[in-house]
């Protein structure tokens, strides 16, 4: 079969980013299946991390081998809904936010968030992700060879997207992707625009994931985004957990559906001829989800990354994509699959 290029956009969402570790395993079986550019944020960038050193260090295998040994790794972490920096305070941490959630319907991080601070250790504040992060080889993923790897993280100052690549792909600025601010201290990283150092926190407020890096000329048309956050809840939240759940989700979605919403409007004025062909992006898109599955899953379990849950979300993810492969393998490198007009409705 002709190969066929395609850039990927994944979402970040904690242990949820398991549902990307699957979709990943299953598209590294087609070889026909190119992937020319990653953009993503927090788990979604810790995946294309692994996913382009892997690749770089003995191609399809070697990718699979990177994302399950990443994924082992997370899955060694211990409860951070509390936050690792609660650890020292609440060692039966896991038990203690089981009994809650169950007896009270509320989040207990949501309330520690309030009275305690991962500032609160000073120095003596570890970041859980850090060791994870420095298992990666950074001389492949930085690397010109393989997919071109976006990440990215939001300035806490400014309040906007930074966008790393290449050489400004540290193990710092991975971590900034995933720095949920109640739960870790801001990491300080160069801006990989101006160079200086400034202070990030997770990529999700400002882009999740960000899409305009690729909109390259250089990169396809084709973008399958793989979605971990579900845009649409049937149900009207009305417990405090519920309704903290709902928020954080609306708030990472908010960048994905501005982004969509700039790329319906370039779709209808080059179907309309007010712009020419050629002179902006035409986005053939494409999304791999599983609201379903999403939609059981509260926003607690993001940060409570059991093995038997990322193994859950892991087949959840690769039945996805084999899924989207039956109905749209044919449609890939043609034409789109979802209009980005349908996501918003």
């Keep these: 079969m002709k190969t066929v290029r395609v850039n990927l956009a994944l979402q970040g969402g904690g242990a949820h980013g398991a549902f990307t570790w699957g979709v990943l395993d299953r598209l590294l079986d087609e070889?026909?299946?190119?992937?020319?550019?990653?953009?993503?944020?927090?788990?979604?960038?810790?995946?294309?991390?692994?996913?382009?050193?892997?690749?770089?260090?003995?191609?399809?295998?070697?990718?699979?081998?990177?994302?399950?040994?990443?994924?082992?790794?997370?899955?060694?972490?211990?409860?951070?809904?509390?936050?690792?920096?609660?650890?020292?305070?609440?060692?039966f941490a896991a038990a203690v936010t089981n009994a809650w959630e169950t007896a009270f319907n509320t989040s207990p991080q949501g309330i520690a968030a309030q009275l305690f601070s991962p500032y609160a250790l000073g120095d003596a504040w570890k970041n859980p992700l850090a060791p994870v992060v420095a298992a990666f080889d950074f001389s492949k993923v930085c690397a010109d060879a393989g997919p071109r790897l976006f990440v990215c993280a939001t300035n806490v100052r400014s309040g906007k997207a930074g966008v790393f690549t290449g050489k400004n792909i540290t193990p710092d600025a991975i971590l900034?992707?995933?720095?949920?601010?109640?739960?870790?201290?801001?990491?300080?990283?160069?801006?990989?625009?101006?160079?200086?150092?400034?202070?990030?926190?997770?990529?999700?407020?400002?882009?999740?994931?960000?899409?305009?890096?690729?909109?390259?000329?250089?990169?396809?048309?084709?973008?399958?985004?793989?979605?971990?956050?579900?845009?649409h809840r049937d149900r009207v939240p009305k417990t405090p957990l519920e309704i903290q759940d709902?928020?954080?989700?609306?708030?990472?979605?908010?960048?994905?559906?501005?982004?969509?919403?700039?790329?319906?409007?370039?779709?209808?004025?080059?179907?309309?001829?007010?712009?020419?062909?050629g002179s902006m992006k035409d986005v053939a898109l494409h999304l791999i989800a599983d609201d379903v599955l999403m939609n059981d899953l509260t926003a607690s379990s993001?940060?409570?990354?059991?093995?038997?849950?990322?193994?859950?979300?892991?087949?959840?993810?690769?039945?996805?994509?084999?899924?989207?492969?039956?109905?749209?393998?044919?449609?890939?490198?043609k034409r789109g699959t979802v209009d980005p007009l349908a996501l918003l409705d």
């Excluded at 949920?180 to 201290?185: D, E, H, I, R, S």
């Excluded at 625009?193 to 926190?201: F, H, I, R």
């Excluded at 999740?208 to 909109?215: E, T």
């Excluded at 989700?249 to 409007?265: G, Q, V």
């Design 31 to 91: 070889e026909w299946l190119e992937i020319a550019a990653i953009s993503g944020t927090s788990a979604g960038a810790l995946n294309g991390a692994a996913f382009k050193a892997g690749m770089a260090q003995d191609g399809r295998a070697g990718a699979r081998l990177a994302l399950d040994q990443l994924w082992a790794q997370v899955g060694t972490l211990s409860d951070m809904r509390l936050g690792a920096w609660m650890q020292p305070v609440l060692p």
């Design 176 to 231: 900034a992707s995933g720095c949920l601010p109640t739960a870790f201290q801001a990491v300080v990283v160069p801006d990989p625009v101006t160079g200086e150092m400034d202070a990030w926190w997770d990529g999700g407020y400002s882009g999740n994931p960000a899409l305009f890096p690729l909109y390259d000329k250089g990169l396809p048309d084709d973008l399958i985004i793989v979605a971990i956050n579900p845009i």
């Design 246 to 277: 709902r928020i954080n989700e609306i708030s990472f979605n908010a960048p994905l559906l501005r982004d969509l919403r700039a790329m319906a409007f370039v779709k209808r004025l080059l179907g309309s001829g007010a712009l020419e062909p």
């Design 302 to 333: 993001k940060l409570l990354p059991t093995p038997a849950l990322l193994e859950r979300l892991k087949a959840a993810g690769q039945a996805a994509a084999d899924q989207f492969l039956t109905n749209h393998r044919d449609a890939l490198g």
